[in-house]
C-alpha cells in the first residue's frame, strides 16, 4: 500500500498543506489505497512535504506523484481531455500553484494575526527558552524566501491586485461546469481544490480568500470537493 507523508488535520483542514491536499486527490482520483503518516519529515528526500512511499520508492513532491502514478499505474489523470484542454488545464495549474501559493505563505506567516491562529501553534512542542528564536529564525528565513519569490516585495494591496486577477480568471474558466474541464475532474483539480481548501480555512484572512468568496461558484466547488473526497472533513 501506498504511504503518503503529511503534517495531518489542522486549522479544521485535512491537512494545512494545498500539496498535501493535492497529492491525496491525485490518489483518492486514481482510486489507489494509501495510507497516512504524519512522522516523515525529518526523512523527506526533499525536506518537504508531502511525499510518498510506493514499493520501498520515495516519490517527492506533488507533481512528481502524479508523474509517478500515471507512469507505473497507467492511470490518465485529463482523459477525455483534447490537447488543447489538456494545455488549458496544466496552465491553470502552474497559476495556481505559482501564484496562490505564495500569497498563502505570505498571509499565513507574515500576517501578525493569521500567524498567531495558525503557524505559531505549531512551535508549541518547543520548550519555552527556544520557541522565540526558532519562530524568529523561521519567519526570517521565509520572509527571505518570499522576497526571492517576488511576493514578499509587495504590498498587501499589490498581493490582492495581482491575486485578484488570477481569482476572477479562475472562477471564469470554472463557470458552471462541476469540475473545472468539464463533468469530471482532471488532474488539474486536484491543485485546485487543495488550493482552495487551504485558503477559505476560516481562521485565516486575507484578500486572497475574500476575492475567491466573491465568487459563488468556487465557493461551492470548494464544497462539492470537500463533501466528495474528505466527508469527515478536518
Not at 497529492?23 to 511525499?51: C, N, Q, V, W
Not at 520508492?57 to 488543447?84: M, Q, V, W
Not at 529564525?137 to 504590498?155: C, E, N, P
Request: hydrophobic share 45%; glycine share 10%.
Amino acid at each position: 500500500m501506498i504511504t503518503l507523508y503529511g503534517f495531518g488535520p489542522a486549522f479544521g483542514l485535512p491537512d494545512p498543506s494545498p500539496f498535501v491536499l493535492k497529492a491525496e486527490l491525485l490518489l483518492k482520483f486514481a482510486g489507489l489505497p494509501y495510507r497516512i503518516d504524519t512522522s516523515g519529515m525529518m526523512r523527506a528526500p526533499k525536506g518537504k512535504l508531502p511525499y510518498i512511499e510506493d514499493d520501498g520508492t520515495r516519490i517527492p513532491d506533488s507533481t512528481f506523484i502524479r508523474f509517478h502514478i500515471e507512469k507505473k499505474y497507467g492511470f490518465d489523470f485529463d482523459a477525455g481531455l483534447d490537447a488543447k484542454d489538456r494545455g488549458i488545464a496544466w496552465a491553470v495549474e502552474k497559476m495556481i500553484e505559482d501564484q496562490l501559493y505564495w500569497a498563502l505563505v505570505h498571509d499565513r506567516w507574515m500576517d501578525e494575526t493569521n500567524f498567531t491562529n495558525g503557524p505559531k501553534t505549531f512551535f508549541k512542542r518547543i520548550p519555552p527558552p527556544l520557541r522565540q528564536l526558532a519562530i524568529f529564525l523561521i519567519r526570517r528565513k521565509i520572509r527571505g524566501v518570499l522576497k526571492g519569490q517576488g511576493f514578499g516585495r509587495h504590498s498587501r494591496a499589490e498581493v490582492a491586485q495581482l491575486t485578484g486577477r488570477v481569482v476572477d480568471s479562475l472562477a471564469a474558466i470554472l463557470g458552471d461546469k462541476p469540475f473545472l474541464m468539464g463533468n469530471a475532474p482532471c488532474g488539474a483539480d486536484a491543485t485546485v481544490a487543495g488550493m482552495l481548501i487551504a485558503i477559505l480555512c476560516p481562521i485565516f484572512e486575507s484578500p486572497t480568500r475574500a476575492a475567491i468568496e466573491r465568487h459563488a461558484n468556487l465557493v461551492a466547488y470548494r464544497d462539492r470537493m470537500m463533501e466528495r473526497y474528505f466527508p469527515a472533513g478536518g
